[in-house]
């Protein structure tokens, strides 16, 4: 079955960097396009960014713009985002999505998440 | 900027009875495609959102047809027909606008 799974996320100083992965299985990596969300505790969700599925289209929402990358590697069926400069502001679960094969900016399948903390 | 306001925030619902949440955009969310751009999102107590509706109105696969999405434009309709205890939970539309994506607040949606 479709399966999305995120690691990399735990405690980090402001003004450090910290790399999240998602590891994907269950279909064609290479067909779709990945996205990142957030959520801060206790608040709504927030769009973080997405990367096209051959990687040559990437765009990001404004509060991470320039600080967060978003990468993939179709061989090894995984997508990372790259943070720099973390505030404690980007406290949040950060969730991986799949982009709907008919509609790319869709996400339709949503990994479990993982925690980043940044104090 | 391009706002998306969704209403009402909070809802209580009786079994059985409908409710329906509004989303607004600033801008038009029709493509030249024919495409509104605009999905409904549910995101149940402990877990991840999960996909409803997408293009303004097309039912996710397994999602019950008691979901239904509406509207064209800038205005959005979430209805949910005979809400059953399971439907708990934050209600999120997103639109799609100059190449990137954003959330409405979210409505909370409670059992009487």
């Known amino acids: 079955q479709v399966q999305l799974v995120e690691s990399g996320g735990g405690v980090v100083q402001p003004g450090r960097s910290l790399r999240l992965s998602c590891v994907v299985s269950?279909?064609?990596?290479?067909?779709?396009?990945m996205h990142w969300a957030r959520q801060a505790p206790g608040k709504g969700l927030e769009w973080v960014g997405a990367?096209?599925?051959?990687?040559?289209?990437?765009t990001y929402g404004d509060s991470v713009k320039g600080r967060f990358t978003i990468s993939r590697d179709n061989s090894k069926n995984t997508v990372y985002l790259q943070m720099d400069s973390l505030r404690a502001e980007d406290s949040a679960v950060y969730y991986c999505?799949?982009?709907?094969?008919?509609?790319?900016?869709?996400?339709?399948?949503w990994g479990q998440g993982t925690t980043v903390t940044v104090s | 900027d391009f706002v998306l306001t969704q209403s009402p925030l909070s809802l209580s619902v009786t079994p059985g009875e409908s409710a329906s949440i509004s989303c607004r955009s600033s801008q038009s969310l029709l493509h030249t495609n024919g495409y509104n751009y605009l999905d409904w999102y549910l995101q149940k107590p402990g877990q991840s959102p999960q996909l409803l509706i997408f293009?303004?109105?097309s039912r996710a696969p397994g999602v019950p047809d008691r979901f239904s999405g509406s509207g064209s434009g800038t205005d959005f309709t979430l209805k949910i027909s005979r809400v059953e205890a399971e439907d708990v939970g934050v209600y999120y539309c997103m639109q799609v606008q100059q190449r990137m994506c954003s959330f409405g607040r979210g409505t909370k949606l409670e059992i009487k």
């Open positions: 269950g279909f064609t990596f290479s067909s779709h396009a």
């Open positions: 293009l303004g109105s």
């Open positions: 990367i096209w599925d051959d990687g040559n289209f990437k």
């Open positions: 999505a799949r982009g709907l094969y008919m509609s790319a900016w869709t996400m339709d399948v």
